[in-house]
Every structure is written in C-alpha cells, then in structure tokens.
C-alpha cells in the first residue's frame, strides 16, 4: 500500500513570495489534513478536509493561506505572501476513519512533510 | 493551544534502559494515540489506547491511561539507538466527529550505543 506522497521536500523562497505545496492521500482516504509543524513544536492543525469539503479551517490564516482538494483525492496548500514566521515543516496526513465515539479508530497517517525556509 | 504536554521534554539513556514519558490533557477524550517523528520525517502511529481502557503493549511499548488524572505514560523498554526520535502524544475528543487530533509539543528521545 502506498503511503503519503507529498511534494516538494524542501523549498526555500523570499518573503512576499508565493509558495505550493502538493499531497496525495492514501487510497481510499476520504479525510485529509494539512498540519503546520515548528521546529521544536507538535503538529498544529490547519485544515481539514472530508472528501471535496472543508470541515475544520479555524486555524488556517485564511488572509495568507488557501487549500483545496478537487475531486476529493488529491490537495495543494497555498501560501501568498509568506511571512518569516510561515518557515515550518507543512505536514499532510489522511485517514479512514472507522468507528464512532469511544470505538473510533482515527488513526491519521502522515507524508515526510515539505520543509519551507522563508528568507 | 495544544491539549497535550509531554514530560519531560528531552530524555538521553543508554541502549537497553527503558524510556518513560508522560502525556497530560485537559479535556475528556475518546482515544489517546502515540506517535513517533524521526528526524526530517513524517509521524508515524504507534499505539490507540480508548478512554476505557487502562494499559495497551504493542512489542516493546506499553501504554497506560488514567482519565482520573487525565494522563498517559509510554515507557519503550530495553531501548535501541533506532528508538531516537521524537515521540508525541495526541487526543481525539468526543466533541469532534470527524476524527481530529491534538498534538502534545513532545519528548526528543536519545538513544546512544
């Protein structure tokens, strides 16, 4: 079974530069996340995607950062203008989720992540 | 804000000692979840343990729950050098359907032959 692709690994702009980030979920994954990681930090939740439809965008800084996933598969990330503070390992995970309530089997699995440096 | 906090914050043993660190939350949940970050790598998942159940073993991990205290120890024991990573804790709530997670700052573990 394929895991997480996403895409690129690295990428290094300057700040007021526009960047995009591209995931492709485990087959048959209908929820997607996007997840901002600072060095030294925990995963911190951007968005939330059930199949086409955003569930959870509450900490997406929607002024700078956009995300889509057409057809419900695939999803990019946005950011225009990025700011210093946006370097950050951008995670994307999927999962299938099973079950509901204290049965719910949620487990999310994750890429290797696109590593930003805003200069 | 991150519902969980891991403690401590850094850890260095030895090859064979065991490792323990310890996850707190604030609010009720449905599961509790470990995961693993190598370094410049994505999480990987460990170990669910439910908000009814007490203590979970997957190999060499052991997992342990009090929702009393609202706290989970992991302790990886007779550790390997492969073991140094990252390892966070997250909780799902029973206040969302839709399987999201909330992640700890974690423990950086070292593992030195």
């Known amino acids: 079974e394929a895991g997480v692709a996403q895409s690129p690994r690295y990428k290094i702009i300057e700040k007021r530069q526009s960047v995009a980030f591209w995931c492709n979920p485990i087959?048959?994954?209908?929820?997607l996340y996007w997840y901002q990681q600072i060095l030294g930090q925990g995963p911190k939740l951007l968005i939330q995607f059930q199949n086409n439809g955003v569930v959870d965008d509450s900490q997406l800084p929607k002024d700078r950062f956009s995300a889509e996933r057409l057809k419900g598969v695939d999803s990019t990330l946005k950011i225009q203008p990025a700011k210093l503070e946006d370097s950050a390992v951008y995670l994307c995970a999927s999962t299938l989720l099973v079950g509901s309530g204290i049965l719910a089997k949620n487990i999310q699995y994750f890429g290797a992540g696109t590593r930003l440096s805003v200069l | 804000s991150q519902q969980g906090e891991e403690d401590p914050q850094a850890l260095s043993i030895q090859e064979g000692e065991n490792a323990t660190m310890n996850c707190s939350y604030k609010?009720?949940?449905?599961?509790l979840q470990w995961y693993r970050q190598n370094s410049g790598r994505g999480l990987v998942h460990l170990i669910l343990i439910r908000s009814n159940e007490r203590e979970k073993h997957s190999g060499r991990l052991r997992v342990t729950l009090d929702t009393s205290k609202k706290s989970s120890s992991l302790l990886i024991t007779a550790s390997r050098a492969a073991d140094t990573a990252s390892y966070f804790c997250?909780?799902?709530?029973?206040?969302?359907?839709?399987?999201?997670?909330?992640f700890g700052a974690g423990t950086q573990v070292v593992v030195t032959p």
């Open positions: 087959s048959g994954h209908a929820t």
């Open positions: 609010t009720s949940i449905n599961n």
């Open positions: 997250a909780t799902a709530s029973p206040t969302d359907s839709w399987g999201k997670l909330q």
